[in-house]
């Protein structure tokens, strides 16, 4: 195995395989065993138009192949890009109960800052104007440098539910450490599946060279829960 292969191996060793049935698919540059897509398949994309309105619209996703500074000799082009000349596209699904064409009501949009992660994460939401919940990251208290624990929190009414945990670092004045000096942020929230009820595509990366979107749809919470983890598309950058 060339040492380049060697590093992917041992990166890809951090991240699970994605979710079943459900997928989804954002934008971007990937290895190209990271996407499963064809090119010009038809998905379901949410776009965000020139007014700030959010739709669903089947589109065919583009899928060009290019040169992957990881793997490639010069002369390959084994990497994928995912929806080149697509700006206004958010993101990609398929196999939602509910998610057809239509428009879309969204809560939270991504701008050049999401959302992030932290320890002062406490951001709620509306849905037509109702109260569509919370997201809090709860730390436990530690000494500066120390290690401890961090929950990301979904909360409605008296219920609440946890998405994802970190072991975490305090760092005083800086933000905490989450995971390996990981990114973890909100992407976009709305009613993607159409059932009044929040949802949520949340990037709970634990390593700062993954990427780790996932969607949480309240259309597939089981009991005791809000929302459930439907799908998820992690990738490596190294």
């Not at 191996?9 to 079943?20: E, G, H, I």
């Not at 065919?60 to 010069?74: G, N, S």
């Not at 290690?147 to 990301?152: D, E, Q, R, S, W």
Request: a negative charge; hydrophobic letters at 40%.
């Amino acid at each position: 195995m060339s040492p380049r292969r060697l590093a992917l191996a041992l990166c890809c060793s951090l991240v699970a395989s994605p979710l079943a049935a459900t997928e989804l698919l954002l934008p971007g540059d990937y290895h190209g065993d990271e996407v499963t897509a064809r090119d010009r398949e038809i998905w379901l994309t949410l776009v965000l138009d020139a007014e700030g309105r959010t739709h669903l619209e089947p589109r065919p996703i583009e899928i060009d192949a290019i040169h992957d500074a990881v793997l490639d000799e010069l002369d390959a082009a084994t990497g994928k890009r995912v929806g080149a000349g697509s700006d206004d596209a958010l993101f990609h699904v398929r196999d939602i109960a509910g998610a057809t064409a239509g428009d879309i009501v969204s809560a939270y949009i991504a701008g050049g800052e999401p959302l992030a992660v932290d320890a002062q994460l406490d951001h709620g939401f509306e849905l037509d104007g109702r109260d569509a919940g919370k997201l809090r990251l709860d730390c436990a208290a530690a000494d500066a440098d120390a290690t401890t624990t961090c929950t990301l929190r979904l909360q409605f009414g008296k219920r609440s539910q946890t998405l994802a945990t970190w072991q975490a670092q305090a760092r005083t004045p800086e933000p905490w450490m989450l995971g390996n000096d990981a990114y973890p942020h909100l992407r976009w929230a709305g009613d993607l599946d159409r059932d009044g009820r929040l949802d949520l595509l949340i990037d709970v990366s634990d390593h700062y060279n993954v990427s780790a979107p996932t969607l949480f749809l309240s259309s597939q919470a089981s009991d005791g829960e809000l929302v459930h983890a439907a799908a998820a598309l992690r990738s490596v950058g190294c």
